[in-house]
């Protein structure tokens, strides 16, 4: 029979008891007995509270989407040239997957026992944002400019159409293919250096920053808390967007220091707006808290889990899909678009990102609300897969015949 001081009851909805050792807040411990953090000292944010948590969202939605779908793919331009933008810009991506994939269980396995007067989650995300914008610094400086183009696409004289048929040409960028606006391997080396580094600051801020969420966030208010996270990615989205759209003039250097000032300021503003989950009362940390075996665990465990495999699995293909189509859209603007009024390709990926994220955002709550009235979830996974498969080949078969 289990010791019933380890448990706490408490009411559910429906009026019926639960124990809240089968909560995810039992994690949290309040003394050296490992008693469960009973649920009821999780204190209910207010609704301002729940929005400066997810304040931090707008930073990291922001930075992601104008580096990743934007400046980066430019910027490999620039270091490589046009023949070997996308197998450098693969090289890259991968990078910063491979190190997401190996560091996040890390930063969550560490940022569980981490015991400091600070919190638990704090100091990882802070140390993160410190590392994710000196590497900041580091990537724009290995690769300082876009990829140029001629020196004629302001001229008013030359048709779009007539620049897009030559070499160099309207697209802004299209590399000019000569040594000279090469960056030497030492360069490229840097960047990827960087990149990689970068990725491991992020991923720490934004794994323990998942952690602080779920830790401080009270069952009753997740619905509330979940519809301002959405909208807060919506606006750092919209918002890297906007920003893409006037990169070219601000230059490599100004939009990397628009990107770490935003970044920082969201992350110290959800940082000093609320406190970490029973910090005075988890316990200490015991000399054996570092396990490879419990490591080893945490990579492959949840794959013995039927359901988990399936949402692994199907997350898995989705993302790529995902990273696919957002990455490389640059240079499929580049290299197969005419573009109207010779507006560049980085200025063309980010307007056309701003209806296809309001339209995502409208179609997201509406999905929500149907999902919820029909009470069946797979109905609509599987048409909005559909619709996205044929929308991709649709693009694919256009471009063949047209």
């Not at 876009?146 to 040409?169: G, M, V």
């Not at 934004?206 to 830790?215: E, K, P, Q, R, V």
């Not at 993302?319 to 010779?342: K, N, R, S």
């Amino acid at each position: 029979m289990p010791d019933m001081k380890s448990y706490t009851t408490v009411p559910t909805d429906s009026g019926s008891e639960t124990d809240v050792a089968e909560n995810p807040f039992s994690a949290l411990k309040t003394d050296d007995t490992d008693e469960p953090c009973p649920i009821s000292a999780v204190p209910i944010l207010s609704k301002g509270k729940l929005v400066l948590l997810n304040v931090a969202w707008t930073g990291m939605m922001m930075s992601f989407l104008v580096l990743a779908v934007a400046v980066v793919p430019s910027q490999v331009q620039f270091l490589v040239g046009s023949k070997q933008k996308a197998k450098t810009l693969s090289l890259v991506a991968a990078s910063g997957s491979i190190v997401t994939l190996l560091v996040a269980p890390l930063i969550g396995y560490f940022s569980d026992r981490c015991r400091s007067r600070w919190g638990r989650r704090k100091p990882f995300m802070v140390f993160g944002a410190v590392i994710t914008c000196i590497c900041l610094v580091g990537v724009a400086l290995s690769a300082p400019h876009f990829a140029r183009t001629n020196k004629y696409r302001h001229i008013a004289n030359i048709s779009c159409d007539t620049l897009n048929s030559q070499k160099p040409s309207c697209g802004f960028n299209r590399s000019v293919e000569s040594d000279s606006d090469r960056a030497s391997t030492e360069r490229l080396v840097s960047f990827i250096l960087s990149y990689v580094v970068l990725f491991i600051g992020y991923t720490m801020v934004s794994t323990a920053y998942n952690g602080l969420i779920a830790d401080v966030t009270h069952y009753s208010v997740r619905g509330f808390s979940s519809g301002v996270m959405g909208l807060m990615m919506l606006i750092g989205n919209l918002s890297g967007a906007a920003l893409g759209v006037v990169a070219e003039k601000l230059t490599v250097a100004g939009t990397y220091s628009v990107v770490a000032a935003f970044f920082f300021g969201t992350i110290m503003v959800t940082v000093c707006s609320v406190q970490d989950a029973c910090t005075t009362t988890l316990p200490s940390v015991k000399a054996n808290v570092f396990s490879l075996k419990a490591i080893f665990l945490g990579y492959i465990e949840p794959l013995f889990e039927h359901d988990f495999r399936w949402v692994f699995v199907t997350r898995f293909l989705m993302q790529m899909g995902i990273a696919t189509t957002l990455g490389f859209l640059e240079y499929w603007f580049d290299d197969l678009v005419h573009l109207p009024h010779c507006i560049s390709a980085i200025q063309a990926v980010s307007i056309a990102l701003l209806p296809l994220l309001l339209t995502a955002a409208l179609c997201s709550v509406a999905g929500g609300i149907l999902s919820d009235h029909l009470q069946r979830r797979k109905v609509l996974v599987v048409t909005a897969a559909l619709i996205m498969a044929v929308a991709a080949g649709s693009e694919a078969v256009v471009r063949v015949f047209w």
